[in-house]
Structures are given as structure tokens and as C-alpha cells.
């Protein structure tokens, strides 16, 4: 063999060995801390699939270092040694000398047909059965279902407390699924444009949101804390930042958590904190046409019916009236329910926090100590959302810019937000 050939041959084996043991330093270090790894779940669903990819990988391995192992010594046993100074007396064969050639040989191939197909087989059976598990509805007893929402760029979840999704829900919320610890929820996963695909590493995989299609998917976590996600079906021009992040809270929070969000908005005419009143007459104006706020807008605000001259000002009740408008008033057609937007950590598709200094806070009702707005990012988003977040060119999707508010405005707009808490 030539001297740049074995070279070559070390070169590679050398990186195939180096390129493996990065492989294996980056995945231990990655795993434990990192909010989207795989290999470190928290909860029913996500133990399923790490403890279905441990032992693949496991025996993956071994087919591995078998093959690059036969390899190696294949080449070691039949290399022709000597120099290769090509006078015919080293580092070739002469003709006489070629070694017998072997047309087939039935024993390794048989072999070699059969056991990856018994590997493969046994793997598949056990895929099948986590599979199903994942997404397995009616197994996890829970009466509640979460309506997940996908839309450019952000998640919306709309409650269903008694599990009918062909009825209102009970409430909705954005960007933060918030869940009970222990229990198996259900997800009713859709979109109202392109594919999406919602994805909580540490708590189940992947599961596609398909416009005009309907996915059951099942979440459940361990113990308390925040779960970090992310899109992961290309979507357009702010994929990236579709972010999400899932909130599991001990029962008897859950249950506070869920009371609040049936709770409609207080009144911001009758508030005497300053710019309150102010500011929810710029919300009308220039936020309601798209944005529900449960007891405060109406669909009046978005294009209804309107049945008072200035066209904004009604108060939707929350419980009252019938199927038709009580959907209406509760359901954001296209923009984020923020009837208890402070009760978010995040905003705007969890690409930004909502509060400074508040970590991954749990308990997730209260504030830690020393935790505050994040008014700057807040009011630059009010101001022009498209800068902080591209839309597309015509802003045709995504929050528009309301660059026309004045300083002041922008004041009162979040000492309005601030008392939806
Ligand atoms: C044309 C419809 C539309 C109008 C008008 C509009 N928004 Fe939005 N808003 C959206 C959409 C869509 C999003 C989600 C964008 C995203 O996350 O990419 C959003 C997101 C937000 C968020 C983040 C909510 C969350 O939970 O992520 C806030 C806060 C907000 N808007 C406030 C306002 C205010 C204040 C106004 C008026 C000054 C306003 N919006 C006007 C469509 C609108
Ligand atoms: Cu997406």
C-alpha cells in the first residue's frame, strides 16, 4: 500500500474514534441542563422515548464498533506488506501471486440478512408500543383538554374544563401551556395557517400542527417547574422565535391558576391608578380590533355588530349570553388573549420575558421578590412589534407596528396591561 494511502487509512480511523468520543463529551454535557434535551425528561411521555433511544443506541453501538472493528481487521489481516518500491518485488502482487477470488459466500450472507432483521424487528415492536403510548387520550383519564393552537408565530391554548372541544372553551391563553403535575393531559393540537409543530423535549416528541386537521397529543410532568419548547416545522420568517414553554404546578395551584383565568377583567374605566383609564382608550382604539381581553372588548371591537355608537366600548359578560357570541367574545380570532397577560413569564411567542429577574420562577403565582416588568421590551414591542419580531413584508402577519403612539400612550397602554393580572 502506498505510503499516502495508509496515511489516509490512519487519518480516517483516527477521526472516526475522535469524531465518536466528541460525540459521546457533548451529549453528557448537553443532556442534564439543557432546556431542550431529549435525554433528560420530565415526565411519562418524554421517559418513554429516552428509554426507547437508550437502547438503540446502545445496541447501535455495538453494530458500530462490530463493523468498523471487521473493517480495521480485515484490512490489518489481508494488507500486503513491503515496501512499495515498484520493482516488482513488494507492495504488489505479480499476477501469479493474486489471490483467489470469492464469488459469494451463503453463511454471511444469510447472516447478515437475518440478524439485522431480527434487531430491526425487535426494535420496531417496541417503537409501536411507545408510540401509541405517546399519544394515548383516553388512557390518561384526565376530563380536561387543552386545544393547542399554532399560528404564525406564536401558540395559543384554549381550555376545555369538561373535555368537549365542539364547545366553547373556558378560557384561553398564549405562549404558556400551563399544566397539573402528575397528570396526563390531553392536547388537541391544530393550526389556523401552515404547519407547525408543537414540541416540549423534556415532557413528550413531536407532533405536527396541520391546518384543517386535529392531533391528539398527551403531556405530563413529574414535578413542578417550566418546560421549555420551540416550533420545530419551518414556518416562515419568525420560525425561530415560536418558542413555548410549558408550566407544571402542584394541584392546589393548578386549581388557583385555573379560578384566575376564568376571573374576567376588572373594569380599567372605573380604575383610579394613573393612565389606567387612559390607556384602555387607546387599547380600544388601537389594540381591540384584534386583541380579546374576556370582560373588557366585545367582537364589536373586532369587526362585529356594533351596538353602541362609538363602536368599542362594550363589556362582554363573561358567562351570559348565548353559544354565538359567547365564542366570540372569548376566542382570539388572530392575536393573544391577554385578559391575564401578567400571569405570563413570557410574551410575543415566549421569545421575550415578561418580568426582569424572576429566573424560572415556581412557583409561577407569585412574583419572586426583586422580579420587575420588563417595560422597556414591553413598550418597544408596543411601539413596533415587526422591528422586534419580523413579520413579512407587508405585515400582513404577526402584530403591527403603532408607531404613531406617543410616548405617553405607550404609558398608559402598559399601566393598562399591568392591571390584567
Ligand atoms: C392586527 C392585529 C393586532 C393589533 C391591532 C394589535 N396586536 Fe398585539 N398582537 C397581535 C399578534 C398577531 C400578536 C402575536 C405576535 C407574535 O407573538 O408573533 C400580538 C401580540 C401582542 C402581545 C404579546 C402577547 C403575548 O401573550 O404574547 C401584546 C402585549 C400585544 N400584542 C399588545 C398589543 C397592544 C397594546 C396593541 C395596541 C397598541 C396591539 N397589541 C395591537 C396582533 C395585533
Ligand atoms: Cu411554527
Redesign the pocket.
Known sequence: MSSRLKKLVWLSSLLLVAGTAALIVISIVVTDDHPLSTLSPSGRQGRDIAQLINPIFVVAGVVFFLIQGAVLALWWRYRVSGSDTGDGEHGYYEDEEFPEQVHGNNRVEVAWTIVPTVLLAVISVFTLVALFALDDVEASGEDMVVTVIG????WEYQYHLDGDTTTPPDFV???ELVIPVGVDVPLDIKSRDVIHSFWIPKLNGKKDAVPGRSHDWVIQADKPGRFRGQCTEFCGL?HG??KMVAVALVPDEFEEWKANQMTPAEDPRQSTVPGVAAGWE??GQ??????VITGVTSPANRGGESTTPDGWDIYGEFNGGDAGTYTDELIAG?????TH?MT?G??????FD?YLDAGDHVPYLDLPTGATLNRGE?EA??YN?PER?P?DAENL????A?TS?SPQ??DN??AF?STLD
Open positions: 399560528q404564525q408565530w406564536w391563553t398564549a405562549n419568525s422565535y415560536m387607546v387599547f388601537q389594540c381591540a380590533n384584534c386583541h388572530a392575536a393573544p388573549n391577554l397577560l405570563r413570557t410574551f410575543a411567542g415566549s421569545m415578561l414591553l414591542w408596543i412589534a419580531k413579520a402577519r404577526g402584530m403591527p403603532r403612539l400612550d405607550i397602554v402598559v396591561l
